[in-house]
T-cell receptor
Framework: GAVVSQHPSRVICKSGTSVKIECRSLDFQATTMFWYRQFPKQSLMLMATSNEGSKATYEQGVEKDKFLINHASLTLSTLTVTSAHPEDSSFYIC????????????FGPGTRLTVT | AQKVTQAQTEISVVEKEDVTLDCVYE???????LFWYKQPPSGELVFLIRRNSFDEQNEISGRYSWNFQKSTSSFNFTITASQVVDSAVYFCALSEGGPGNTGKLIFGQGTTLQVKP
């Protein structure tokens, strides 16, 4: 089956620094990638949708200047949390969709970000 | 607007009991997809099932079964003879379909299932 990886799985950073999370589709080409955020004991909330080679589409209320998304290739998307603050601490999950499977998303294992 | 409601926040059962997790959805689309995912303590989402809006057949997979009823906009999930390993958070999700669909998933709030030995 399709595999999506995320790196790192856990990261701790200091307030004010930036952190980059990578999402890779390992055995298929992902024309679309999604980034979700999940706070403890809450549901997954879509942050943005990115298509390879174009700008990401952000959901309402998500700061595009704070959460920079780059989908530079068909197998890699990155999420950079800039000037992180403790309230950005969360579980970030990416998913990837292949062009020919428009209804199927494959999820990465998630990245737990802690901002101290 | 699309919405998914999982009214049961937490359910606790004893091993071998059957348990049903409820999911009610709202959408104006005629073509859509419904999903169930399992999220164990590790955090990784495990795909369980996808159902499109034109297929109302119920499905059974081992101890798992799903009941899709468009008349009540529900897509309920039943675990038969529950086991401790079934303990997890379960999410129901909805995705719009049809031409030009974005593939966005709308998740319900999740139901935490605890199966006690």
């Amino acid at each position: 089956g399709a595999v999506v990886s995320q790196h790192p799985s856990r990261v701790i950073c200091k307030s004010g620094t930036s952190v980059k999370i990578e999402c890779r589709s390992l055995d298929f080409q992902a024309t679309t990638m999604f980034w979700y955020r999940q706070f403890p004991k809450q549901s997954l909330m879509l942050m943005a949708t990115s298509n390879e080679g174009s700008k990401a589409t952000y959901e309402q209320g998500v700061e595009k200047d704070k959460f920079l998304i780059n989908h530079a290739s068909l197998t890699l998307s990155t999420l950079t949390v800039t000037s992180a603050h403790p309230e950005d601490s969360s579980f970030y999950i990416c998913s990837a969709r292949a062009h020919e499977e428009v209804y199927e998303q494959y999820f990465g294992p998630g990245t737990r970000l802690t901002v101290t | 607007a699309q919405k998914v409601t999982q009214a049961q926040t937490e359910i606790s059962v004893v091993e071998k009991e059957d348990v049903t997790l409820d999911c009610v959805y709202e959408t104006r689309d005629t073509t859509y997809y419904l999903f169930w995912y399992k999220q164990p303590p590790s955090g990784e989402l495990v795909f369980l099932i996808r159902r499109n809006s034109f297929d109302e057949q119920n499905e059974i997979s081992g101890r798992y079964s799903w009941n899709f009823q468009k008349s009540t906009s529900s897509f309920n999930f039943t675990i038969t003879a529950s086991q401790v390993v079934d303990s997890a958070v379960y999410f129901c999700a909805l995705s719009e379909g049809g031409p030009g669909n974005t593939g966005k998933l709308i998740f319900g709030q999740g139901t935490t299932l605890q199966v006690k030995p």
